[in-house]
């Protein structure tokens, strides 16, 4: 066997010696690489925990702050509660009150209503008489048996008497007439009349009224006008407000009322308008010329009287109809009130046709007051009506029963009976069922009136010459009796 020279055996270990540097230097790079590797790691490491760390300090923070504001948001909701809980106990405190003051207001209104009713019927009963009986005597002084000097002497007192009264008698049906307003009592009740009617017995009232101020009163109907359905009472009143206001503020002048019908769409429509020359009304006036207790000068009330309420009443009236009441005027020059209200035409051969004379016709009055017995008695004596007389209800369904009467005219409040009690008797009764009663009152309620069976109604003090037309329309289609 042969061995290497030496000198191959150095090389091949010198060979081997510098692959085996080789190999550390390799191995000292790779652990520095390692090393600066496993450093750079720690470093991110480090960086990633102080990020998590700095993370839950932040979220930690957050749920902190979080949580102040979830117990300021209960906290400020427990006061809300608290709050909204006291606001509600104030409310149902208030609403206590407000109730304990509603049931205070209604019953002072009530209470209100019924001393209304109470000193309407103590004041209206001696003004009716007064108003009856001076109107009265001034026709029996001017067509009675009286000496001219007499009679001169008479009859201003009486008339200043008449007026005196009939101021009154306006200003507390006023009164009570607002009242029934804005109370929500005032009704609408529609029936069948005549304006022709209505115009004669306007006339009869208001030209006396004309006569004492020097004033000419024309009333002038246009072709077409006639019977109507409307409010009969209502319309009456307007027009006599309006009327009378025109005598009132006019002196030796024309007071004009004329009444037409013009269609209006598929609807005919009522146009009544009141003129007159007097003392007129200031434009910057006319405004609030229909406000309740208002009038156009603060003086015309002590200078020409009355309440101021006459004009307000007048609208509310014509708006409840449907319709409106509107005015134009000039100081110095006069005024127009004009109504405009839609109504129903009726045929005028639906009329009951008159027929003449009526001497025969009985009227039974059923009444407990004297003095509108006798009042009645030689009222309606003097329009020829034969007139029976009864001081309660019960007599008076005896006397209806004997006399079986044309018509019968029954007081509402009577102390034994009252009307109503006795209107229901007579329409219960076969025999005196189709008898025409009319109901006297000193409040205004025909819708109840009607709805009992009554056939017409007055308030108190009486029209006279409404009451004679209302009973001559019942008794035109009566066979007179006895």
Same mark, same amino acid.
């Given at each position: 066997?042969? #061995? ?27 652990? /520095? ?36 504001? /979830? ?62 009986? #001076? ?72 030209? =006396? ?53 013009? =269609? ?68 110095? /020059? ?7 209200? =839609? ?96 109901? /006297?009152?000193?409040?205004?309620? =025909? ?36």
């Amino acid at each position: 066997m042969s #061995s290497a020279p030496p000198g191959n055996r150095v090389a091949e270990l010198e060979k081997q010696l510098a692959a085996a540097r080789a190999q550390l230097e390799r191995d000292a790079r790779a652990r /520095v690489y390692l090393e600066q590797l496993k450093d750079q790691s720690d470093r991110m490491l480090r960086g990633v925990i102080e990020e998590l760390r700095e993370a839950q300090r932040a979220l930690q923070a957050s749920a902190a702050e979080l949580e102040g504001r /979830v117990a300021e948001r209960n906290a400020a909701l427990a006061r809300e509660l608290e709050e909204r809980a006291e606001a509600e106990e104030r409310l149902r405190r208030r609403n206590d009150e407000l109730s304990a003051m509603r049931d205070s207001a209604e019953a002072a209104n009530r209470a209100k209503t019924a001393f209304l009713a109470k000193m309407s019927h103590e004041l209206r009963t001696p003004l009716n008489a007064i108003i009856g009986y #001076s109107e009265l005597l001034c026709e029996e002084v001017k067509d009675g048996d009286v000496e001219p000097l007499t009679r001169d002497r008479m009859l201003p007192d009486l008339d200043k008497i008449n007026s005196a009264a009939q101021q009154l008698m306006s200003v507390i049906n006023d009164v009570l007439d607002i009242a029934k307003i804005e109370s929500g009592r005032a009704e609408v009740h529609i029936e069948a009349f005549d304006l022709r009617d209505l115009a004669r017995a306007l006339t009869a009232t208001i030209e =006396p009224l004309a006569l004492r101020n020097g004033n000419k009163l024309e009333v002038t109907l246009e072709r077409g006008v006639g019977r109507i359905r409307s409010d009969r009472a209502k319309l009456r009143q307007t027009l006599l407000n309006l009327l009378s206001n025109a005598c009132k503020f006019t002196k030796h002048g024309r007071v004009e009322l004329i009444m037409r019908k013009r =269609p209006i769409g598929d609807a005919d429509w009522l146009h009544c308008d009141v003129t007159d020359n007097g003392i007129g009304i200031a434009h910057d006036k006319l405004g609030g010329l229909f406000e309740a207790f208002k009038q156009a000068d603060p003086s015309t009330s002590s200078v020409y009287g009355g309440s101021g309420l006459g004009l307000a009443i007048s609208r509310e009236f014509c708006r409840m109809l449907g319709g409106e009441l509107s005015a134009t005027s000039e100081l110095g /020059v006069g005024s127009t009130f004009s109504i405009r209200v =839609p109504v129903v035409t009726l045929d005028d051969a639906d009329a009951p046709t008159q027929k003449p004379g009526h001497a025969t016709h009985t009227v039974l009055v059923i009444d407990d007051d004297t003095t509108t017995h006798e009042l009645l008695r030689r009222v309606l004596r003097r329009a020829e009506f034969d007139v029976h007389i009864a001081s309660n209800g019960a007599e008076g369904l005896r006397m209806a029963e004997e006399l079986q009467p044309d018509v019968i005219t029954l007081d509402v409040k009577m102390s034994d009976m009252d009307g109503w009690s006795v209107l229901a008797a007579l329409k219960a009764d076969s025999e005196l069922a189709a008898i025409p009663v009319i109901m /006297v009152s000193m409040f205004s309620d =025909p819708s109840l009136a009607h709805t009992l069976g009554a056939d017409g109604y007055m308030t108190k003090p009486i029209d006279r010459p409404a009451l004679i037309d209302l009973l001559l329309r019942y008794c035109e289609g009566a066979t007179p009796r006895g």
